[in-house]
């Protein structure tokens, strides 16, 4: 039962070992990240991040970052003000890469959105699906086709590639003609490869949620909140040790002060005590007199209370 959440797992630390090596020559040229430019993404250019992007902010100049972190560095230096990142997809789940920079980094989340994510099989030519031997793409693809992967490709192999697009230039430029590839429509636009079989995601309603991230909070919270505008939270915390009914405290104030959790995580963290750090989501605004007194509460309960940004909600 463990295998699928251990494939994920040796799938992220690969691709978190061999990205910069294998980014070596796929990347797009372009100069190095200054005050020009107005948002920076995860690259490269026609990756799902990137589509997010253009899809958000349709007139800003962007920078594409090798890593999340990347992202995460070039806000915090102040080079670029605003990042994009993604932080959970319904199929696969979060993405502990950017939960873990939240965390570790004084940066906020000032918005979200979604993006519909739909997959494609491209090959160079068209081939016969018996023929395909290996199937190239980010891991996140890879595992959101699992079920069409294993139904119409048992036998073929799966490599976890840096990016869609690492995976597109993989395949032409080595002439791989028993390779296949999953990507986004959008990314085959640079390429002369043939579209084999379109919307192969294991779930039609397939989407990725995204985060702004940047230095200063969302907005002037005193002066502009109006509470009947749909705001979010997200929250961080640890405790001092771990110890049975700690996290149920926390929980108990949500339900006392009728809060709604939208999410909770946990992510180990070996540096701190106890050992792991807790993400929620919920409704509302850390100006609401319930929340307030809620977040007051629970600051005594934990080691560590961390707001990661109060903002508009617009993945309702």
Not at 54 to 80: L, Q, R
Not at 192 to 203: G, R, S
Not at 213 to 221: E, K, Q, S, T
Not at 254 to 270: G, L, Q
Request: one cysteine or more.
């Amino acid at each position: 039962d463990y295998k699928d959440i251990a494939m994920e797992e040796s799938d992220f630390l690969i691709d978190q070992m061999n990205r910069k090596k294998m980014m070596e020559g796929v990347k797009f040229k372009q100069s190095k990240p200054n005050k020009s430019y107005d948002i920076v993404a995860l690259g490269p250019e026609n990756t799902f991040s990137s589509l997010a992007a253009k899809k958000h902010y349709p007139k800003a100049k962007i920078w594409y970052a090798d890593t999340i972190s990347e992202v995460f560095e070039v806000v915090k230096k102040g080079t670029i003000k605003k990042g994009i990142v993604p932080i959970e997809n319904k199929l696969t789940g979060t993405v502990t890469e950017t939960s873990d920079n939240l965390f570790e980094s004084n940066l906020k989340i000032q918005e979200e959105f979604s993006l519909s994510i739909n997959h494609c099989l491209a090959t160079i030519d068209k081939i016969a699906l018996k023929n395909i031997k290996t199937v190239y793409s980010h891991s996140q693809p890879l595992r959101q086709c699992r079920k069409y992967l294993k139904k119409n490709l048992p036998n073929a192999e799966l490599i976890a590639m840096p990016s869609t697009t690492a995976a597109l230039k993989k395949v032409e430029s080595e002439n791989l003609y028993d390779a296949a590839v999953i990507c986004g429509k959008e990314a085959l636009k640079d390429f002369q490869m043939k579209t084999l079989a379109k919307n192969i995601e294991d779930y039609k309603h397939n989407t990725t949620r995204f985060l702004v991230i940047g230095r200063r909070d969302a907005i002037n919270r005193v002066s502009t909140l109006k509470i009947t505008k749909k705001y979010k939270t997200s929250v961080a915390f640890y405790f001092s040790a771990d110890a049975p009914g700690t996290l149920h405290q926390v929980l108990g104030e949500f339900a006392e002060n009728k809060v709604n959790m939208t999410r909770i995580e946990s992510s180990a963290n070996p540096t701190i005590p106890g050992g792991h750090v807790f993400y929620i989501d919920f409704d509302g605004s850390v100006d609401q007199p319930n929340i307030k007194k809620m977040l007051t509460r629970i600051s005594k309960l934990v080691a560590k209370l961390k707001v990661l940004g109060c903002y508009d909600c617009k993945c309702r």
